[in-house]
């Protein structure tokens, strides 16, 4: 008697979901902080529109690329939080003791990563809307952007899994978020590329991922239908994705010593 | 061995052995057999290698050397088969606070096969025998440590075991819910035929609930039988009479002499005796006293108990093992769950 790859994704999807509504503590800050720089950097940073070359004359619009990322990053510490836990109070050796498959697991886990990148991008974007931000793609370019915020959140999704593998620990899930705030400001996130006039800076930002993840979000809001800048940042996605999976698979096999 | 056969068996460990990395043998050789059906009481302090056994049976742990059968499937080869087979409720009631009793058997009840018909008479069935169907829509993070178990235990059941595994399920536990849950062992024992392994520290678990009894210190079995051999083997029965009169007591000393051994006074102005023949020459000594014409205030028959064994066997008591030991034992765990 074993069930199914889709009913074991599901069952686990169903209470990662569950979880998630149910802990407003993590819905709220991941919902607020983001909008609250927003509303900081937008209102401060608004006369760098006049540089010449900044591709809009709107920071807001150019800042609402932000949030998506932000909220990215609290999808790392959800999703790592709750798996640390579980191995921490041993719920993972109760599913170990069931025929569940590895995939499954992770799967699972990460479905509430999607509900709340969900309820992020919609939020982020109609309060950006709602506050003057343009949408240069239109209807078509908000779904696009829905999906390209849940992709990065499910994404990243799959560090905090791995890093709650490899650690078991909770708090050790939560040390990283300095270290990926760092790595958000060390992008285009207040600038543009072009625009960096430090060198060094210049050169990290260009190899950051991060930027051209922004600079998916802004070509929707700013320029319109951009499929370069689009397959770029869907790519980038992907990759960080696969990788990620690989390596919290190869973890979650370390982890779970049943023979 | 064919599916059947399978099912019927019980549990066989041959030389199981665990070492962890910089640590001690947590397991170290040991044998046991566990017959289909029988309740099997492994007792011992925290830090003894009980838990670690049992997460070598239930393939949570590999094991370092040995090999053992459980249900008929072998713990290294045979994982995915075994698991199917057993049941676990393990130290810990390892459950998620934020759902609720309910969920958690769907849950269950869906990781394990069963058709989506069956999981909630299955789950109301289970959550009604336990004694938590009136609770089973609220949250676990506001069960009592008696309900948290009592829902581990009906967890553990979801898919109809052969074979369950519990591991110090009443630590922590007030009598009432001590009780209710040796009700239920005791019944999955008798009446659905379920083989059950209880790791415990509590003497009187083991007494009460196990056909058979291993008693492990330090990694290793130090002694094993159904809880009436082991004391026969340790001792025999003290009898103590106090008299009426203490100006008696030597006069019972004398009396008592002639049925055993060790025969002396004690601190509440009687004496005792251990005596030779066992429990059946009880009547004899009331009758021997009574001959003497010695007026009784009291007259007491000390059984010999499975501490008794312990200390025979290790030169210590349990309950003071336990508290010496509990360091090492959180060590050890660590280590399972590093």
Redesign the interface.
């Given at each position: 008697m074993s069930a199914g790859l889709s009913t074991q994704v599901g069952q686990l999807a169903r209470r990662s979901v569950l979880r998630t509504l149910r802990q407003p503590g993590q819905i709220v800050p991941a919902l607020v902080f983001p909008l609250f720089l927003l509303a900081v950097n937008s209102g401060g940073l608004k006369e760098t529109t006049n540089l010449p070359g900044f591709p809009t004359d709107s920071y807001l619009t150019f800042a609402l690329a932000v949030p998506f990322m932000q909220g990215a990053l609290f999808s790392v510490m959800n999703a790592g939080t709750d798996l640390a836990r579980d191995i921490e109070t041993g719920f993972l050796n109760r599913l170990a003791l069931t025929p569940l498959r590895g995939a499954a697991l992770l799967s699972g886990l990460l479905a509430g990563a999607v509900v709340l990148g969900v309820v992020q991008a919609v939020v982020y974007l109609s309060v950006g809307l709602i506050a003057g931000a343009e949408l240069a793609a239109g209807a078509g370019g908000a779904l696009v952007i829905v999906v390209l915020s849940v992709s990065i959140t499910v994404a990243f999704g799959t560090i905090g899994l791995f890093a709650a593998l490899r650690t078991g620990s909770g708090e050790a899930v939560q040390g990283l978020f300095p270290l990926f705030f760092v790595v958000l400001f060390l992008s285009s996130m207040a600038l543009p590329l072009e625009l960096l006039q430090t060198d060094w800076f210049h050169a990290v930002a260009s190899a950051n991922p991060v930027s051209y993840l922004l600079q998916a979000f802004r070509s929707l809001l700013i320029e319109g239908w951009n499929l370069g800048d689009l397959a770029l940042g869907f790519g980038i996605a992907a990759a960080v994705l696969a990788i990620g999976m690989f390596a919290a698979s190869a973890a979650l096999k370390t982890r779970l010593v049943r023979t | 061995m064919s599916g059947d056969s399978a099912e019927r068996a019980g549990i066989e460990v041959e030389g199981l052995v665990r070492e962890f990395k910089n640590g001690p043998r947590a397991v170290d050789g040991i044998d046991l057999r566990v017959a289909p059906g029988a309740i099997y009481g492994f007792l011992g302090p925290n830090g003894a290698g009980k838990s670690t056994t049992v997460l070598m049976l239930?393939?949570?742990?590999?094991p370092t050397a040995g090999t053992a059968r459980v249900a008929g499937f072998d713990?290294?080869?045979e994982?995915?088969r075994l698991?199917?087979a057993?049941?676990?409720a393990?130290?810990?009631a390892?459950?998620?606070p934020?759902?609720t009793g309910r969920?958690h058997m769907?849950?269950?009840t869906?990781?394990?096969?069963?058709a989506k018909a069956e999981r909630s008479e299955r789950s109301d069935e289970l959550l009604a025998r336990v004694g938590l169907s009136e609770a089973a829509d609220r949250?676990v993070g506001g069960y009592s440590g008696g309900m948290k178990r009592r829902l581990d235990l009906a967890?553990a059941l979801a898919?109809r075991p052969r074979i369950l595994f519990l591991d110090e399920p009443t630590t922590g536990l007030d009598i009432q819910s001590r009780t209710a849950l040796w009700d239920e062992v005791a019944r999955l024992a008798s009446e659905d035929g379920v083989t059950v392994f209880l790791t415990t520290q509590y003497l009187e678990e083991a007494d009460a609930l196990a056909n058979q009894v291993g008693i492990i210190d330090h990694g290793k079995i130090v002694a094993e039988g159904t809880p009436a051999e082991l004391k026969a083997e340790i001792g025999r029965p003290t009898v103590e009479a106090v008299p009426r009169d203490p100006a008696d007591q030597e006069r019972v000393a004398r009396a008592l002499q002639p049925f055993g051994e060790r025969c002396g006074t004690t601190h509440r102005g009687g004496a005792s005796v251990l005596l030779t023949g066992g429990e059946s020459q009880l009547a004899d000594v009331v009758r021997a006293l009574d001959a003497e014409g010695i007026a009784i205030e009291q007259l007491q028959l000390h059984a010999p108990s499975l501490d008794d064994v312990f200390l025979a066997k290790t030169g210590r008591s349990l309950e003071g093992a336990g508290e010496e030991e509990a360091e090492a034992d959180s060590g050890e765990m660590a280590a399972v769950?590093?």
């Amino acid at each position: 008697m074993s069930a199914g790859l889709s009913t074991q994704v599901g069952q686990l999807a169903r209470r990662s979901v569950l979880r998630t509504l149910r802990q407003p503590g993590q819905i709220v800050p991941a919902l607020v902080f983001p909008l609250f720089l927003l509303a900081v950097n937008s209102g401060g940073l608004k006369e760098t529109t006049n540089l010449p070359g900044f591709p809009t004359d709107s920071y807001l619009t150019f800042a609402l690329a932000v949030p998506f990322m932000q909220g990215a990053l609290f999808s790392v510490m959800n999703a790592g939080t709750d798996l640390a836990r579980d191995i921490e109070t041993g719920f993972l050796n109760r599913l170990a003791l069931t025929p569940l498959r590895g995939a499954a697991l992770l799967s699972g886990l990460l479905a509430g990563a999607v509900v709340l990148g969900v309820v992020q991008a919609v939020v982020y974007l109609s309060v950006g809307l709602i506050a003057g931000a343009e949408l240069a793609a239109g209807a078509g370019g908000a779904l696009v952007i829905v999906v390209l915020s849940v992709s990065i959140t499910v994404a990243f999704g799959t560090i905090g899994l791995f890093a709650a593998l490899r650690t078991g620990s909770g708090e050790a899930v939560q040390g990283l978020f300095p270290l990926f705030f760092v790595v958000l400001f060390l992008s285009s996130m207040a600038l543009p590329l072009e625009l960096l006039q430090t060198d060094w800076f210049h050169a990290v930002a260009s190899a950051n991922p991060v930027s051209y993840l922004l600079q998916a979000f802004r070509s929707l809001l700013i320029e319109g239908w951009n499929l370069g800048d689009l397959a770029l940042g869907f790519g980038i996605a992907a990759a960080v994705l696969a990788i990620g999976m690989f390596a919290a698979s190869a973890a979650l096999k370390t982890r779970l010593v049943r023979t | 061995m064919s599916g059947d056969s399978a099912e019927r068996a019980g549990i066989e460990v041959e030389g199981l052995v665990r070492e962890f990395k910089n640590g001690p043998r947590a397991v170290d050789g040991i044998d046991l057999r566990v017959a289909p059906g029988a309740i099997y009481g492994f007792l011992g302090p925290n830090g003894a290698g009980k838990s670690t056994t049992v997460l070598m049976l239930t393939t949570l742990l590999p094991p370092t050397a040995g090999t053992a059968r459980v249900a008929g499937f072998d713990i290294v080869r045979e994982g995915g088969r075994l698991r199917g087979a057993i049941g676990a409720a393990l130290q810990e009631a390892a459950l998620d606070p934020l759902l609720t009793g309910r969920e958690h058997m769907r849950l269950q009840t869906a990781l394990h096969g069963l058709a989506k018909a069956e999981r909630s008479e299955r789950s109301d069935e289970l959550l009604a025998r336990v004694g938590l169907s009136e609770a089973a829509d609220r949250k676990v993070g506001g069960y009592s440590g008696g309900m948290k178990r009592r829902l581990d235990l009906a967890l553990a059941l979801a898919h109809r075991p052969r074979i369950l595994f519990l591991d110090e399920p009443t630590t922590g536990l007030d009598i009432q819910s001590r009780t209710a849950l040796w009700d239920e062992v005791a019944r999955l024992a008798s009446e659905d035929g379920v083989t059950v392994f209880l790791t415990t520290q509590y003497l009187e678990e083991a007494d009460a609930l196990a056909n058979q009894v291993g008693i492990i210190d330090h990694g290793k079995i130090v002694a094993e039988g159904t809880p009436a051999e082991l004391k026969a083997e340790i001792g025999r029965p003290t009898v103590e009479a106090v008299p009426r009169d203490p100006a008696d007591q030597e006069r019972v000393a004398r009396a008592l002499q002639p049925f055993g051994e060790r025969c002396g006074t004690t601190h509440r102005g009687g004496a005792s005796v251990l005596l030779t023949g066992g429990e059946s020459q009880l009547a004899d000594v009331v009758r021997a006293l009574d001959a003497e014409g010695i007026a009784i205030e009291q007259l007491q028959l000390h059984a010999p108990s499975l501490d008794d064994v312990f200390l025979a066997k290790t030169g210590r008591s349990l309950e003071g093992a336990g508290e010496e030991e509990a360091e090492a034992d959180s060590g050890e765990m660590a280590a399972v769950r590093a």
